[in-house]
């Protein structure tokens, strides 16, 4: 058995799609394995593996943070699905592509959860691969008709907004109280400490932070996670990754005791989403989605003829 490099183009709805029918299929988050973090010279390797009935596979996936100044990406990597049965590889994928699809596709499933019906204005924090990942994403999703771009360099942003403004959207390059006026905020910045006044959010919004896999390091404040009601993909991972929840803890504003839905409960109804207060959702990343995926975007290419049933 053979396997062949294979593009990624799957939408982010039909993203969107495989992450939920992998939980509504019985999929429990807390139950995968987790991944090891390696440091290297040039930053940090990622290894994910995951499995279920069906399909195997593993992420390797590089962090390098001096590559953007090289007019390189920032995630490198590859992700190797294999047949689960026999574990012999199937196919190959670029990993930065199947990471800036997935990610925003677990933005984009918790949120349509979390967000208010009406939602339609998104503040935006960065104006990387992955902003314009969760733009598509969240569009999937939400009736957006709004966008405020925060980032730290004005080109990105204005480049980001322009992007935005052809879809259709009334999009401007703001500031971080812009989250005032928010719907939905979304977080996906290399930052490590908090992007604004968590004091600001009005109680009906939905935040998410991917940015971060790190226990030092956060992208919104004590206050925000306080005031919240708080979802993860997995509370095992998010104990052991989330800086954006560790750190609250460890200045005794939260617990670890305290309520912790994960990704699984939300998207089957088990989980309680209050309304009068803002709805907070860390995502670190987990292999499971990489495969589920994965797997879909094989199947794909399958059905349409680019490898064979004995590939």
């Known amino acids: 058995m053979t396997h062949a490099s294979l593009p990624i183009d799957l939408t982010p709805a039909q993203a969107v799609a495989a992450l939920e029918r992998a939980l509504l299929d019985g999929l429990d988050p807390e139950s995968c394995p987790p991944r090891s973090n390696i440091a290297v010279p040039a930053g940090e390797l990622l290894l994910m593996p995951a499995a279920d009935h069906r399909y195997a596979g593993v992420k390797i996936a590089g962090v390098a943070p001096a590559n953007p100044g090289r007019g390189l990406p ?25 990471t800036a699809l997935r990610t925003p596709a677990v933005t984009a499933l918790a949120l349509r959860e979390l967000a208010v019906p009406e939602a339609e204005h998104l503040v935006l924090f960065g104006a990387g691969p992955q902003a314009y990942g969760h733009l598509d994403a969240l569009r999937a999703v939400r009736p957006l008709t709004r966008l405020t771009v925060v980032a730290r360099r004005s080109a990105p942003a204005e480049a980001f907004a322009a992007h935005a403004r052809a879809l259709g959207l009334a999009a401007t390059v703001g500031t971080p109280d812009a989250v005032a006026g928010a719907d939905l905020v979304v977080c996906c910045t290399t930052a490590r400490t908090p992007l604004f006044d968590g004091r600001l959010v009005s109680e009906h919004a939905a935040v998410a932070a991917v940015g971060s896999h790190e226990p030092t390091a956060r992208e919104v404040d004590t206050v925000l996670v306080a005031r919240s009601a708080r979802y993860v993909e997995a509370r095992a991972v ?74």
């Open 238 to 311: 998010a104990l052991r990754e989330a800086g954006d929840l560790l750190i609250p803890a460890r200045e005794g504003a939260i617990t670890t005791a305290d309520p912790l839905a994960n990704l699984s409960e939300l998207v089957t109804g088990r989980a309680v989403v209050p309304t009068g207060r803002p709805r907070f959702f860390k995502s670190v990343g987990m292999a499971w989605q990489d495969l589920a995926v994965a797997a879909v975007q094989y199947e794909a290419h399958r059905a349409r003829g680019k490898v064979s049933q004995s590939t």
């Open 74 to 98: 920032r995630i490198t990597g590859s992700h190797l699905l294999l047949d689960g049965p026999t574990l012999q590889p199937l196919a190959l994928f670029d990993g930065a592509a199947l």
